[in-house]
């Protein structure tokens, strides 16, 4: 891979010194939106460092980097690695106290990164604010997310509704991905990213591990950015369905009480196998089944294979979890967030 450097203070004005935090934006074919997201970053009313990671676009992005006026450093990946295993690879090169996660899709407004700092603050003793998500709307200004919240079943969900469309800040369970500004001390304390989810739920699994090692995770009203919502991705696609439902069960594995994650495993494969029944049975006995990509019998058969592959790895991050994240139980934090 290669890495173009230019210093913090070349581009903000700044000194070094007063640089707080490092801005990292994945991209992956992101020619058409990524400039946005650039010249947001560069509009910031506040000094940071911008280090973008270039998947191994295809497409003209790395054109649209080089030719940027904010000349922001690029590490190129020789192959997509995906979103969690862009961040994964960046922070070997953060040295900011703070590192930000930025969709490449994503454009904050100029006082979206003075707002996450503040809402972080100077405090990092125990039971101290680990991270601060931001506020995500649609470019019709509809609320996207302010976080993600842990539904009854382990997904982890946007955040959204009344409460949040009024504009108070507050705790969440965790983060959403798209735009976050983290202590890299407490990510570094963790573990980091899980790269090998490839892409989403890095940002759940990431925000159980804080709660169990005992941090905070809360929204920032004030920090708002415009965010296109899958101009990178395909929602809704197989690959989507696919990483979605695997990574969901991973974190579980990972992170979540023992009988909770068994729970689902069972559940999940439950249904895969009811599945067939339900759509070829005898036309009296036979129940309709959603179109949806994630109850194709194929797919969900991928899945659990996957799962059972990384099964002997992933039970041994979960023996490491538990060592090193003892501050908060699993089941207490599964009391206090889930269904919520």
């Not at 004005?13 to 560069?42: I, Y």
């Not at 922070?91 to 979206?112: I, M």
């Not at 573990?191 to 739920?201: D, M």
Request: net charge positive; proline share 6%.
């Amino acid at each position: 891979m290669t890495s173009s450097v230019t210093s913090p203070a070349d581009r903000s004005g700044a000194s070094a010194d007063r640089v707080r935090s490092t801005v990292v934006v994945v991209t992956w074919r992101g020619r058409d939106h990524v400039g946005a997201c650039l010249d947001a970053l560069a509009a910031q009313d506040h000094p940071h460092r911008t280090l973008v990671v270039d998947n191994a676009s295809d497409d003209g992005t790395a054109e649209v980097l080089a030719a940027h006026p904010s000349q922001p450093e690029v590490l190129r990946m020789p192959r997509n690695r995906g979103y969690a295993g862009g961040v994964a690879a960046a922070l070997a090169s953060v040295r900011t106290p703070l590192v930000a996660w930025l969709n490449d899709d994503a454009a904050p407004e100029p006082g979206w990164l003075a707002a996450l700092e503040n809402a972080l603050g100077e405090d990092d003793g125990p039971g101290a604010v680990a991270a601060a998500s931001s506020t995500l709307l649609a470019p019709d200004g509809r609320l996207q997310s302010v976080g993600v919240r842990l539904t009854a079943d382990g997904y982890g969900a946007d955040a959204v509704g009344a409460d949040w469309a009024e504009g108070a800040d507050g705790e969440v369970f965790g983060f959403c991905g798209g735009a976050v500004l983290m202590r890299m001390a407490d990510l570094c304390a963790i573990s980091g990213v899980p790269a090998r989810f490839f892409c989403y739920y890095e940002d759940t699994d990431t925000s159980w591990r804080l709660r169990l090692a005992g941090r905070r995770i809360v929204h920032v009203a004030g920090a708002r950015a415009t965010h296109l919502h899958g101009a990178s991705a395909e929602p809704g696609s197989v690959r989507f369905h696919r990483w979605n439902e695997r990574n969901r069960l991973l974190t579980l594995l990972r992170c979540a009480p023992a009988p909770v994650a068994m729970r689902e495993v069972v559940r999940f494969a439950a249904i895969t196998c009811a599945l067939p029944v339900r759509r070829y049975a005898p036309r009296p006995l036979r129940r309709d089944v959603p179109e949806a990509a994630n109850f194709r019998t194929t797919l969900r058969m991928r899945v659990l294979g996957e799962v059972a592959v990384r099964m002997p790895w992933t039970l041994a991050e979960r023996l490491a979890i538990g060592r090193r994240a003892a501050a908060v139980g699993r089941a207490r934090v599964w009391r206090e967030w889930a269904g919520r």
